[in-house]
């Protein structure tokens, strides 16, 4: 991944090219503002959005995709609105670890940070909030946290929630220069 920071002051990073063995894909900054479909997470991701609480999510998820790859477990990450239930339409019940009362530690660290300026405390706080985390992808089945970052169960399966549709099919793009999906 080439990156480059586009102001002085700024702490993030924006996504250049991809290098994979012999191809160097450019990243095509228009892409994300051209699709209406991509999500806001995404576009932070990819440098693109302007919204500081969308680049604080993408910074804890990459932080999480990151840890979830050093263990070499794989796994996966299933983000949740908060305060909502209709997940559970695709979860198999029941859910072996469910966690209540909710964990919060990730969640309390990441709002505390929003407040106040980041400390050597904080910072390691929450890499070990995110190592955590992470280490319940290891078991077998998804980690199911709230998009305010509150884990609510781990090790769950996920099928299709009864009378819905399969799918048939599934568009993937790339924001990359002349990329089709």
Known sequence: MLKHRPRLESRKFVNLAVIEADRVKIVDETAAAADSDCPTLLS???????S??????????V???????????????????????????????????AVE?????????????AVASPTHEWIESIARAVDALAGLTAVDGATIITDRYELLAFGAKIRRKPGGTPVD??????????SHP
Do not use: C
């Open 169 to 178: 099919s599934v568009l993937a793009t790339e924001p990359i220069e002349g």
């Open 52 to 61: 500081e609480s969308a680049g604080e999510a993408a910074h804890v998820l």
């Open 63 to 97: 932080q999480l995709a990151v840890s979830m790859r050093r263990h070499h477990r794989g796994g996966a990450l299933l983000v949740v609105p908060a305060g909502h239930d209709r997940w559970r339409e695709s979860i198999v019940q029941p859910l072996a670890y």
């Open 44 to 50: 932070s991701l990819l440098g693109f959005a302007t």
């Open 101 to 113: 009362p909710t964990f919060t530690e990730l969640a309390d660290l990441v709002a505390a940070g």
